[in-house]
């Protein structure tokens, strides 16, 4: 399995920015792509991004399109997300996810971590 830990998150004015980090460990081998995930209070969960770890390509959800950027560095096993112009309603908390090379399905998820944006 591989686990994974959050940080980063935090406080900041509306249109400042964030950087998350996400830190694996474990069966990093046996992953084929990693990503971003939110929850509002109220809300469901929904994506954010996801990078494939072979080639680098990203994939973002409409709502943060221009605005956060996906990166990683396998070298280190740590995932990012740099979040920009943030906005209230970027307001939840964030999950980082891996999804293995034998499924579809993000299996592995980590505790979370708060950002707040304030307007």
């Known amino acids: 399995q591989v686990q994974l830990v959050e940080s980063g998150g935090g406080l900041v004015q509306a249109g400042g920015s964030l950087r998350l980090s996400c830190a694996a460990s474990?069966?990093?081998?046996?992953?084929?792509?990693m990503g971003w995930f939110r929850q509002a209070p109220g809300k469901e969960r929904e994506f954010v991004a996801r990078?494939?770890?072979?080639?680098?390509?990203?994939y973002y959800a409409d709502s943060v399109k221009g605005r956060f950027t996906i990166s990683r560095d396998n070298a280190k096993n740590t995932m990012y997300l740099q979040m920009n112009s943030l906005k209230p309603e970027d307001t939840a908390v964030y999950y980082c996810?891996?999804?293995?090379?034998?499924?579809?399905?993000?299996?592995?998820w980590g505790q979370g971590t708060q950002v707040t944006v304030s307007s």
């Open positions: 990078i494939i770890l072979s080639d680098g390509s990203t």
């Open positions: 996810a891996a999804r293995p090379r034998t499924t579809i399905e993000y299996t592995q």
């Open positions: 474990g069966r990093t081998f046996s992953t084929y792509a």
